[in-house]
């Protein structure tokens, strides 16, 4: 295959994932499911500051992103 042509596919790709990201971004304050505060994220508040890390969302990000990367491949195949 020509490498220009798998770039331009490359670069399609990607645009619409951004546009995809993009549009999540647009409508983030009305989805149903509010990435970032799911049960499971440890979130300690003391006198003196606070501590946050989001376990359960990084999981979820991590399992969709593995999905996205594994369907990727097996359409290139």
Not at 40 to 51: P, V, W
């Amino acid at each position: 295959m020509d490498p220009a042509r798998e770039l331009g596919r490359w670069m399609v790709f990607g645009g619409l994932l951004l546009a995809a990201v993009g549009g999540l971004f647009l409508l983030g304050g009305r989805l149903p499911i509010r990435l970032g505060r799911l049960p499971g994220d440890i979130a300690i508040e003391g006198r003196r500051g606070s501590f946050y890390f989001p376990v359960v969302t990084c999981i979820l990000l991590s399992v969709a992103g593995t999905l996205v990367l594994w369907l990727v491949n097996w359409f290139r195949r």
